[in-house]
């Protein structure tokens, strides 16, 4: 099975060796995202603002997959403190609807850049490689929330 890299420039780029997703078959690994801007490169501030743009930079290499977040099956959460974790579920709720992706969810000694969240996440597209969900109202609801 061969392996094909994803790529946005509406997510920040990869700080290390590896791609932002990788495309094998119907499915697409996408790798952690932390809450950096990647019009700057910068990490924004505040567990409210990067748990956003983490969601948003997870969207951006999901939809240059063909896909939405709604496609998404799994996902990692990654957090730097565990008190955050009601916060963030809240502001996951907003980017997702149901049936949700089934999740894990750790605390982690540190992430990269001093990052509070990181987010990894697999989606499913159909055997022809289209999206699965097809719904795209998530990305016009989210430009009213948090920046």
């Known amino acids: 099975m061969s392996k094909e890299p994803i790529h946005s420039d509406k997510a920040p780029a990869a700080i290390g060796p590896y791609s932002q997703a990788i495309r094998a078959g119907s499915t697409v690994y996408l790798s952690g995202q932390i ?5 700057t490169g910068t990490l924004v501030e505040g567990i409210t603002a990067q ?11 999901a939809q240059a997959a063909g ?18 974790f009601t916060q963030v579920n809240e502001i996951m709720a907003t980017y997702f609807k149901p049936p949700y992706p089934a999740r894990a969810t750790y605390q982690v000694a540190a992430l990269p850049k001093g990052a509070r969240v990181e987010v990894d996440a697999i989606l499913a597209l159909t055997a022809g490689g289209t999206a699965l969900s097809g719904t795209g109202w998530r990305e016009a609801f989210d430009e009213t929330k948090g920046s």
């Open 67 to 84: 896909a939405e977040l709604d496609d998404i099956v799994k996902v990692t959460l990654l957090l730097a403190d565990m008190a955050d």
């Open 35 to 39: 809450g950096l801007d990647p019009a």
């Open 51 to 61: 748990a956003h743009q983490v969601l948003r930079n997870l969207r951006a290499v």
